[in-house]
T-cell receptor, first 110, second 112 residues
């Protein structure tokens, strides 16, 4: 089967850097995605890693190690508006079935 | 583009009633996904379509749930009969061959 693990909650201060880890178990791994969801809103895409290494998009970066079945999302220069839930999601080969982790709730404090 | 459109945005119904949720994907997207989100179970994939054909419905909870995609611009998720445990936010998402999924605003369903 497929499973993902990520911390349930992270707290950080404004301006800081925070890393949200994700480990996964899946057959036919294709790629790892990250989504952000504010309370009452819909998930929105942040980043995708299909290959090992770091992908950078502004203040957000995502990393993948396929050999370790591990990835992380790095948020820099935290802002209050970054307070949200962050989901890692694994997509598998043979289709585009995507399984989401339980989400990490990030609290950014002043 | 208007993005993924879902209707209704909110639905309150009584146990035993039929519920139909609707989704219009982004034009040109040939993948459509239905998800359910609850506090207890998180974001669960129910079913997804490719070119209007259901590819994987292994996440559909039981026979009370059914989904159709009669054409490239419309899909429905039906629950009949509905039960209180079906109360959740139901999201529709669409995408191209690229990995990015675009989610609709969701339908908040409450079954009393």
């Amino acid at each position: 089967g497929q499973s993902l693990e990520q911390p349930s909650e992270v707290t950080a201060v404004e301006g800081a850097i925070v890393q949200i880890n994700c480990t996964y178990q899946t057959s036919g791994f294709y790629g790892l995605s990250w989504y952000q969801q504010h309370d009452g809103g819909a998930p929105t895409f942040l980043s995708y890693n299909g290959l090992d290494g770091l992908e950078e998009t502004g203040r957000f970066s995502s990393f993948l190690s396929r050999s370790d079945s591990y990835g992380y999302l790095l948020l820099q220069e935290l802002q209050m508006k970054d307070s949200a839930s962050y989901f890692c999601a694994v997509s598998s080969t043979g289709g585009f079935k995507t399984i989401f982790g339980a989400g990490t709730r990030l609290f950014v404090k002043a | 583009d208007a993005g993924v459109i879902q209707s209704p945005r909110h639905e309150v119904t009584e146990m035993g009633q039929e519920v139909t949720l609707r989704c219009k994907p982004i034009s040109g997207h040939d993948y459509l996904f239905w998800y359910r989100q609850t506090m207890m179970r998180g974001l669960e994939l129910l079913i997804y379509f490719n070119n209007n054909v259901p590819i994987d419905d292994s996440g559909m909870p039981e026979d009370r749930f059914s989904a159709k995609m009669p054409n490239a611009s419309f899909s429905t998720l039906k629950i009949q009969p509905s039960e209180p445990r079906d109360s959740a936010v139901y999201f529709c998402a669409s995408k191209t061959e690229e990995e990015t999924q675009y989610f609709g605003p969701g339908t908040r369903l409450l079954v009393l």
